[in-house]
């Protein structure tokens, strides 16, 4: 006889509903509860209007020790920075945050520190986020802590204040959706690849009010930091979150972290985590399946991370979209980076190159690029300006212990401090009007690296191999 | 926040799918730390010719004397999605707009905007196509009406108001402008009794303070 409860949940529950019933302090109404949460991460874009409501209205942040902050979106990443940017009015941001941080007195991890760097690297890197855990960021890509099983999504700066005030946040429940994938990954194809063919399969709002697990063999293969990459994505579906349930490889990733359970406590912890997933035959309110075991390397077009194809096949023509409006989304999004329907992404001449962002500037991202430039020797192409930026200070030292620094910079690529650099801009760094970029990044929207600027998003192993040859190419691995 | 219960006002027809908020104000265009002086920036990148010296597309609806003080936006699928920042509701409602209807809308973009007091009304194509045909034909006398108590669109007198569905929850907030904050805290009893429950349930949770 099966047993009606395991670790207290009941048997037939999905992974999603299983933290969802963890963190549930109340229902309030309608599909709305109000859900414990466990850590709050800030940076100093959104984080400081959120600090700064909260002071303005006298409150304090009722659990300092769950709340973190981190500088990463404004500060410049440029060798000896200082709270002085490139961008204009930066210096305000910085400060702000900083003497919000000391008046609530939650932990920031500042310009100097060691282990400043992108919130969404860091907050594995330290054990700040765990499996199970429920973390909120006003930031839309917290969802990459999904990789970890933990339960992470972005928000607002309201509600992160409302988070920061009571430990809690009032969520309308999402629907659930497993995508699944059978087949593994081919050499030289990353989750990244994986990711952006299932936005291109869904489209950008074809997760919108679900909490989505990824889940199959090509998942169980993925290493803990390309399930960041994967998840980092669900918020370019509208999704709620993304999120995979923690296993072995999870459990090792997260021991001896900074802020993880020791001893007894993480014994107790470990134990729990392997609760964490989906019963067998838990229903899902969606379920969508694609066996991947032949798929090639992606690369955007358009300005919408919808606009993908395999990067050797032909940009499509606008009179072949599903609909009217997405007709002219594309023939819009085709004048903007211009391409002509019909020609192959490796028609066009590149510019520029960047590595980095929280979606792909972990250790293993830079060591696939590196490889791939210690293999072949080549060097950056006459002409690219090509970035790489390490996620975090952490990420940048264990590089730097393996000389990647080094041969990123006889390649030719500039060597830059932890930061979000030009993932986007904000008044600072840009490439350039009509600038061809490939770049590791998530979003290709107009405009997002700045005005005017082209941004094709691919795997790292794209965009290194793509800066050498100057123009859009896949790279291998052998 | 400002509550919202009946508005009437001009609309305004922006019909792409996938609105980013990075369109509707992109990152250099938030420039202090504060929930004001956003309006400047709304759309920037495709209302100025040239973003830095402000010289205005004429071609961009926003700029139309036509649709000046427009206090309702209607979008094309999927509005507000890409980054969190709430810059875009503010930038939003400093610049008038009280409302937004589209077929569909990123979650974090509706969540911003109900804890601001921005109606987003999710309605079927066919209704929004409806709409936004009305309302080309003279967007200065074919205003349209939302009342959030009866759930309802009026345009067209001709035609029967438009039915449209809501969270009863985040009706109930928009109606009565609550702030959510001050409302959680009257729960605080319970969220400490859940604190003691699950600190023995998940000790590893619960960091020393420091």
Not at chain 1, 57 to 69: G, N
Not at chain 1, 196 to 218: K, Q, V
Not at chain 1, 403 to 415: K, M, N, P, R, V
Not at chain 2, 32 to 48: D, Q
């Amino acid at each position: 006889m099966r047993p009606a409860e395991f670790n207290g949940f009941a048997v037939g529950t999905t992974l999603f509903d299983k933290l969802w019933q963890e963190h549930e302090v109340t229902t309030l109404s309608g599909r709305q509860s109000l859900l414990y949460i466990d850590r709050i991460f800030l940076h100093e874009r959104t984080g400081s209007v959120a600090l700064n409501g909260l002071l303005e209205k006298q409150r304090s942040v009722r659990r300092r020790e769950h709340a973190f902050c981190t500088m990463d979106h404004i500060v410049d990443t440029l060798p000896g920075r200082s709270d002085d940017t490139l961008m204009p009015s930066g210096r305000d941001f910085i400060v702000a945050t900083r003497h919000a941080a000391q008046e609530t007195g939650i932990q920031l991890f500042d310009i100097a520190d060691a282990d400043q760097g992108i919130v969404h690297v860091i907050s594995p890197e330290l054990g700040i986020a765990l499996p199970g855990l429920s973390l909120i960021c006003p930031d839309s890509h917290t969802c990459t802590l999904g990789g970890l099983g933990a339960l992470a999504w972005g928000v607002g700066s309201t509600e992160a204040e409302h988070a920061l005030a009571t430990s809690t946040l009032r969520v309308t429940r999402p629907q659930t959706m497993r995508v699944s994938f059978a087949g593994l990954l081919g050499e030289g194809v990353s989750a990244k690849d994986l990711i952006l063919f299932t936005i291109r399969e869904l489209s950008a709002s074809g997760g919108a009010g679900y909490a989505i697990e990824f889940a199959g063999p090509a998942i169980d293969a993925l290493p803990v930091e390309a399930r960041l990459t994967l998840c980092n994505m669900a918020t370019e579906l509208s999704a709620f979150t993304g999120l995979i349930a923690p296993d072995q490889k999870v459990l090792d990733y997260c021991a001896d972290r900074r802020y993880a359970p020791e001893g007894e406590l993480w014994d107790q912890a470990a134990q729990h985590w392997q609760s964490l997933r989906s019963d067998e035959g838990a229903a899902f309110d969606h379920e969508h399946s694609f066996d991947i075991g032949s798929l090639k390397p992606q690369l955007s077009w358009g300005t919408s991370p919808q606009h993908c194809v395999d990067w050797d096949d032909v940009i499509p023509d606008a009179s072949d979209a599903p609909d009217a409006s997405a007709s002219a989304a594309w023939q819009r999004a085709q004048d903007y980076m211009g391409v002509t329907p019909g020609s192959q992404l490796s028609d066009y001449a590149l510019d520029a190159a960047f590595i980095g962002s929280c979606t792909n500037s972990r250790l293993s991202d830079l060591q696939l690029a590196a490889a791939y430039l210690e293999r072949t020797g080549h060097k950056v192409a006459k002409g690219v300006k090509a970035l790489c930026v390490p996620g975090s200070g952490q990420v940048k030292r264990a590089a730097e212990a393996e000389g990647l620094d080094d041969i990123f910079c006889s390649a030719g690529f500039e060597w830059r401090e932890p930061g979000c650099s030009m993932c986007f801009f904000a008044g600072g760094e840009s490439f350039g009007k009509g600038v061809r970029v490939a770049s590791t990044t998530n979003r290709n929207f107009e405009g997002r690296q700045g005005l005017g600027v082209r941004t094709h998003i691919g795997s790292p192993l794209t965009v290194v191999a793509s800066a050498c040859a100057g123009h859009l190419v896949a790279g291998t691995t052998t | 926040m400002t509550p919202f219960t009946k508005h009437r006002g001009l609309a305004l027809p922006l019909l792409r799918d996938n609105i980013d908020t990075d369109a509707i104000i992109p990152s250099r265009e938030m420039r202090t730390v504060s929930r004001s002086g956003l309006a400047v920036g709304l759309f920037a990148p495709w209302r100025y010719l040239d973003p830095e010296a402000r010289t205005p597309n004429p071609e961009f609806a926003l700029n139309q004397s036509e649709y000046s003080g427009a206090t309702i936006l209607l979008a094309g699928d999927n509005f507000g999605c890409g980054s969190s920042r709430e810059h875009a509701v503010w930038a939003l409602m400093e610049s008038g707009f009280r409302a937004v209807i589209a077929p569909s809308f990123a979650t974090i973009f509706r969540n911003n905007a109900l804890r601001n007091g921005l109606l987003t009304v999710a309605l079927a194509q066919h209704d929004l196509d409806e709409l936004v045909a009305w309302v080309s034909v003279a967007p200065a006398r074919h205003t349209i009406q939302l009342d959030l108590e009866a759930c309802t669109i009026e345009s067209d007198p001709e035609r029967e108001k438009k039915v449209f569905s809501v969270d009863p929850t985040a009706r109930d907030m928009l109606l009565k402008g609550l702030d959510e904050i001050g409302l959680t805290e009257q729960l605080s009893d319970l969220v400490a009794c859940f604190e003691d429950q699950d600190q023995a349930r998940r000790p590893w949770v619960y960091l020393e303070s420091n």
